[in-house]
Nanobody
């Protein structure tokens, strides 16, 4: 098992940037694929990005390709999401998740979740 804690959310102007972090407890971080999801009010939780255990492979939702970058530092047991060129449509609670699937894009594939961090993008 792994415990996850997101941080780095906040209020940012459209066009700005923000970097989210997800700190994992324990010594098993490197055994999990890690994903970022987001959920806006009244909407379902949606896939944002995923990275494999080694960090060799990544996958992104079409809506964030070219703007967001997922990365991980296994030595620090930390997952990151660099978000650039933010728009109001990116406003949501962002969650990190740990799973064992290969580049999974559905929430069911992830067994462990953080508490979420709010990202608000103003016009």
């Amino acid at each position: 098992q792994v415990q996850l804690v997101e941080s780095g959310g906040g209020l940012v102007q459209a066009g700005g940037s923000l970097r989210l972090s997800c700190a994992a407890s324990g010594r098993t971080f490197s055994t999990y694929d890690m994903g970022w999801f987001r959920q806006a009010p009244g909407k379902e939780r949606e896939f944002v990005a995923v990275i494999t255990r080694s960090g060799v492979s990544t996958n992104y939702a079409d809506s964030v390709k070219g703007r967001f970058t997922i990365s991980r530092d296994n030595a620090k047991s930390t997952l990151y999401l660099q978000m650039n060129s933010l728009t109001p449509e990116d406003t949501a609670v962002y969650y990190c998740a740990a799973g064992r699937g290969l580049l999974a894009t559905i929430p069911t594939s992830y067994g462990y979740w953080g508490q979420g961090t709010q990202v608000t993008v103003s016009s």
